[in-house]
């Protein structure tokens, strides 16, 4: 089992940045790959961004491309979300999420191919 608690949510007014983290705990962190997904109310959840076991290799939405930054730090046993110049619709519930680096398809942008979740931390980005 993994364990995962995400952190650093809060209001924010448009333009501004929040760092999201997620600590994690329970297996060893450097044997998953690493997501963040939201999820706005009354919307599917969806992905953010993703990072690979080592850190070599990232993904993201287009919706966010050039705006956030994923990155891990594997000593620390932790995930990072960099997110600036925000806007509204960046509104949401931030999931981190994990899953075992044992190959496949990259990146890994589906709610399905995660199998631990965090319970989320709310974003809001007041206009």
């Known amino acids: 089992q993994v364990q995962l608690v995400e952190s650093g949510g809060g209001l924010v007014q448009a333009g501004g940045s929040l760092r999201l983290s997620c600590a994690a705990s329970g297996r060893t962190f450097s044997n998953y790959h690493m997501g963040w997904f939201r999820q706005a109310p009354g919307k599917e959840r969806e992905f953010v961004a993703a990072?690979?076991?080592?850190?070599?290799?990232?993904a993201y939405a287009d919706s966010v491309k050039g705006r956030f930054t994923i990155s891990r730090d594997n000593a620390k046993n932790a995930v990072y979300l960099q997110m600036n110049s925000l806007k509204p619709e960046d509104t949401a519930v931030y999931y981190c999420?994990?899953?075992?680096?044992?190959?496949?398809?990259?990146?890994?942008?589906?709610?399905?191919?995660?199998?631990?979740w965090g319970q989320g931390t709310q974003v809001t980005v007041s206009s």
């Open positions: 999420a994990a899953t075992a680096a044992r190959g496949g398809l990259w990146p890994k942008t589906t709610p399905r191919e995660y199998d631990y």
């Open positions: 990072i690979s076991w080592s850190g070599a290799r990232t």
